[in-house]
């Protein structure tokens, strides 16, 4: 195999960075979805295409446990996952987002299993 396409299929099968990844899972398949639909997206993702799913909750529990600047949680879920909560600050986007991974790990059913 000639080493240009090599080169080619290793990028585009490296996983994404986390932040890239929970803003691509945020954009395509939560904004301004309810969490009825969300759950279909999920487990039709599953069965089509698991890696954005995976790298989605991944990327999400990621950034959850690394050090942040202050607000990105709150607008990583305003403006990524155009949510208005009730707590808009830092805490309740990462209560949000928690509660988010644990239900997508849920959906995934067995391929989500930690």
Do not use: C
């Not at 909560?85 to 949000?96: I, M, N, V, Y």
């Amino acid at each position: 195999m000639d080493d240009r396409l090599k080169q080619l299929m290793m990028e585009r099968m490296r996983r994404p960075a986390a932040m890239d990844a929970v803003r691509d899972f945020l954009q395509s398949y939560v904004y301004d979805a309810d969490m009825d639909n969300v759950q279909g997206i999920v487990k039709h993702m599953m069965s089509v295409n698991p890696r954005t799913i995976i790298d989605g909750v991944e990327g999400i529990e990621e950034i959850l446990a690394s050090p942040l600047e202050p607000g990105t949680l709150a607008r990583l879920v305003a403006e990524d996952a155009n949510r208005g909560l009730d707590d808009p600050s830092d805490e309740g986007a990462r209560a949000w987002l928690q509660d988010l991974a644990n239900r997508v790990r849920a959906w995934m059913g067995a391929a989500g299993a930690r």
